[in-house]
């Protein structure tokens, strides 16, 4: 007997029928002697439609009031998720976020884990009942409710599964595991049997929308066994998220590519050249909870410095508001720019700490095909870049054939 804990995404718990197919998935595990525990998000399209209600009647909605509107979605599902189980004879219990007790900060829309009492859970389950847990949200030290964030089912399942030391955690979604790129952009893409942490983990944070890079984090911080599985297929072992490179990860050399059509570029040009600007243009933007990706600098031969890093697209009108009415003056910059118009694509491999000339081969296959890099990072098992956004679909396409991708491993 193990202790399984599934997450169910949005499209697998869409409507009424897919509802019932989860329990059914459920019950084939419980009757094997399992003890379950299930998340779920809410029913596709729901926080979408929330969000803009809320946006009809405040502009700007207040954080903690929007959490307590979105969380509704989970609750409806983790109540028709249990339902569903008790109609087929199973004894199954809901629990919201803040009744488990999912203890989370108090940052509003986008809180983090601080801790699970998982004590009732596991009186639950030992009583023989499939524990039904609603993902995304949690509940601050004062009683707030709190989202985690876009992707945060992901998150509360791995968390649930580290707290209560699950024998594997497994992430249902609408594709049967993980692939080398978009199937949707690249139809040649493989599904991979195995991915080690530290390339999921890049892939996350790249762009890839399989799993939530925090869901990576918390696996691999409290080493638990991860797969990503199909909700639409009856049969299939997914990909299994492993801890440790095998023998043979060093072939292909790249396991992925990754893509990210959700940032934007800020520029503060003509900068004084001086200890201390980076931390005088970022604080301000630490300060207001806003996320940086890439980070370059450029210093030109009058003694400025033009600054750029990334943000989502979601926050650049805040970042920009920011810059300008709190940093521009202060630090003399001569002009404030924004550009949405990006895309940021990554190739990703274990297999780079062994092989050189990777960089290389990715510029000369953009090159070849006009493709101008913005900016670049990097990483031992990561190259990311900046391109204008017509060409992202173009880069995923050229870069996935150069690196053999299509190839079975």
């Known amino acids: 007997m193990a202790l399984i804990v599934q997450k169910y995404g949005g499209t697998s718990v869409a409507n009424p029928e897919r509802i019932r197919n989860v329990a059914r998935r459920v019950a084939r595990y419980k009757a094997l002697g399992h003890q379950v525990v299930v998340v779920v998000s809410a029913m596709s399209g729901e926080t979408n439609r929330l969000l803009a209600l809320a946006r009809e009647v405040m502009s700007d909605p207040d954080p903690r009031e929007l959490d307590t509107m979105v969380s509704t979605g ?20 809901s629990y919201t976020g803040a009744q488990v007790r999912i203890l989370t900060d108090d940052a509003f829309t986008k809180a983090r884990i601080l801790g699970i009492d998982e004590e009732n859970i596991r009186k639950d389950l030992d009583a023989g009942f499939v524990v039904v847990v609603a993902g995304f949200q949690g509940v601050d030290e004062h ?11 992901d998150t509360t399942g791995v968390a649930l599964a580290a707290a209560l030391k699950a ?13 080398t790129t978009d199937p949707r952009i690249v139809p040649e893409a493989r599904r991979l049997t195995t991915i080690t942490f530290e390339e999921m983990l890049e892939l996350a944070s790249q ?36 801890f440790e490179e095998e023998e043979n990860m060093e072939q292909p050399i ?3 590519i990754a893509f990210n059509r959700d940032e934007a570029k800020v520029t503060v ?20 909870n806003i996320d940086v990706d ?14 750029t890093f990334t943000v989502h697209k979601n926050e650049l009108n805040k970042a920009l508001a920011i810059l300008r009415d709190k940093v521009q003056a202060h630090i003399g910059a001569r002009e404030i720019t924004g550009d949405e118009k990006i895309a940021k694509v990554a190739v990703v491999g274990v297999g780079m ?52 991708l299509e190839q079975a491993g």
Do not use: W
Request: aromatic share 6%; hydrophobic share 40%; net charge negative.
């Open 207 to 242: 762009g890839s929308k399989v799993l939530q890079i925090r869901a990576v984090e918390f696996a691999g911080k409290y080493q638990v066994k991860l797969r990503v599985l199909s909700s639409f297929e009856e049969e299939g072992d997914g990909t299994l998220i492993t």
């Open 167 to 179: 024998d594997e955690c497994q992430i249902y979604t609408d594709v049967d595991g993980v692939y």
């Open 143 to 153: 009683g707030n409710i709190t989202t985690l964030g876009r992707g945060g089912s």
């Open 294 to 307: 890439m980070i370059i600098q450029n210093t030109g031969a009058d003694g400025t410095t033009d600054f």
């Open 254 to 256: 790249i396991s992925g």
């Open 353 to 404: 700490r062994s092989h050189v000339g990777i960089a290389s081969e990715m510029f000369r296959t953009l090159a070849e095909e006009g493709i101008n890099i913005q900016m670049i990072s990097t990483s031992e098992i990561k190259i990311s870049v900046v391109v204008d956004e017509k060409y992202l679909e173009l880069a995923v396409r050229v870069l996935h054939k150069a690196f053999g």
């Open 269 to 288: 040009l003509g900068v004084p050249d001086r200890p201390g600007i980076a931390y005088q243009i970022l604080g301000p933007i630490a300060d207001a």
């Open 74 to 93: 989970e609750q409806v599902t983790i109540a028709l998720t249990a339902m569903a189980l008790m109609e087929m004879g199973i004894r199954a219990k």
